[in-house]
């Protein structure tokens, strides 16, 4: 009788251990994008002549380039419009890889002046780059109307304890901005300001496992978002409205190229994808192609989600599939399903590609690879 209620007090105090683990991660939501996988693109042609970074664009190479399709908001069809207009064009040559924007304003404003400050706490236009599609090593940017700059370098995103390195800068960075009214003048109606970047090759390919320039149909993810804050004039001065009920600013808005279908913009697999092609901008001849790579990778991203959230309310990983994702789910190029294999502290989700396509691994910080 002593023996068996000494195993039933351990028991006991292993089933008191089990909830207690459970309910420490309980509560806890990973973010998870709302919208359905439908990422935007374009292709990017090769320019003709010189281009001159002053904001300008009216280079012919800027005249022929196509605009994106116009931002909007970061979460997708679940809000409603933004506001104003912002669209994009990029071209790019053996040195650079260039980026334009206009973005409609009435009452362009700008308050930081020094470099590397944050410039989202003013009105921006910022620029994400996945040189090699795999979530992890990439760039970001960002500019306000006073053509002030601040450039990171992220080793991974931060939802996987990744980290943005600040003290970089990026080495023959090329930059304008041209104002379409007066900035900081709240006594008049402005139409808005252009952007324009040049970012060299061979800054980008730090990130990059591939050539920079890239070659003929090379595909990478690359992101744009807008920040816009809710402002009021006051004594013919600029300030950012305040919320009554918390006594802050109001949220900023997140304007952008292809919905994240979530607050968050440092989720690489839902960014755009551009192709590069080695036609000239006048010809625009090339055709953009399908990779079912994306979809392929997005359902990997499905269960890579859906096992963060298990690890939050369980403390551990699992086998199991989110309930959205079985076997209906088909892949022409691609073995469904995937095999889960999983650690203490990791996992790997792997997907095997039929013949011509490689294998697709998804490991537990969030980085695709093409194995």
């Excluded at 023996?3 to 806890?28: D, H």
């Excluded at 010189?50 to 997708?76: C, L, P, S």
């Excluded at 370098?153 to 003290?167: E, H, M, Q, V, W």
């Excluded at 989720?267 to 079912?292: L, T």
Aim: proline content about 5%; some cysteine; hydrophobic content about 35%.
């Amino acid at each position: 009788m002593i023996y068996m209620t000494k195993i039933k007090n351990m028991v006991f105090i292993l089933l008191l251990l089990v909830l207690f683990c459970e309910k420490q991660y309980a509560g806890e939501i990973f973010p998870i994008p709302k919208t359905d996988f439908n990422p935007r693109h374009y292709i990017c042609y090769r320019t003709l002549g010189e281009i001159n970074v002053d904001g300008k664009i009216d280079e012919a190479d800027w005249q022929n380039a196509q605009w994106t399709e116009y931002f909007v908001d970061i979460e997708g069809d679940l809000k409603p419009k933004p506001t104003y207009n912002t669209h994009v064009k990029m071209l790019w040559d053996d040195e650079y890889y260039y980026f334009a924007a206009f973005i409609e304003e009435p009452h362009v404003w700008a308050k930081l002046k020094q470099r590397d400050t944050v410039i989202y706490y003013d009105d921006d236009f910022e620029i994400f780059i996945d040189p090699n599609s795999d979530a992890h090593e990439y760039y970001e940017y960002e500019m306000n109307a006073f053509n002030t700059v601040w450039d990171l370098l992220l080793t991974k995103p931060y939802r996987d304890n990744g980290s943005a390195i600040f003290n970089w800068d990026i080495n023959g960075l090329k930059s304008g901005v041209f104002v379409d009214g007066t900035i900081n003048d709240a006594s008049d109606i402005d139409k808005g300001w252009y952007v324009e970047v040049a970012i060299p090759w061979e800054v980008l390919k730090e990130c990059a496992d591939r050539e920079t320039p890239p070659k003929d149909e090379d595909q990478w993810r690359v992101g744009f978002s807008r920040v816009d804050w809710k402002m009021e004039i006051v004594n013919n001065n600029y300030k950012k409205s305040i919320n009554p009920a918390t006594n802050r600013p109001f949220p900023e808005s997140n304007w952008i190229w292809s919905q994240q279908g979530l607050i968050a913009m440092h989720y690489p697999e839902r960014w755009g994808i551009v192709q590069f092609s080695d036609s000239n901008v006048e010809n625009q001849n090339s055709k953009f192609i399908e990779s079912e790579q994306y979809l392929a990778a997005n359902y990997l991203y499905e269960i890579y989600y859906y096992q963060k959230q298990y690890f939050i309310d369980h403390g551990k990983y699992t086998k199991k599939f989110p309930k959205t994702l079985n076997e209906s789910e088909k892949l022409i190029e691609y073995n469904w399903p995937p095999i889960i294999e999983i650690n203490t502290n990791s996992f790997d989700i792997i997907l095997n590609g039929k013949k011509g396509s490689k294998d697709l691994l998804l490991n537990h910080e969030g980085k695709l690879k093409k194995i």
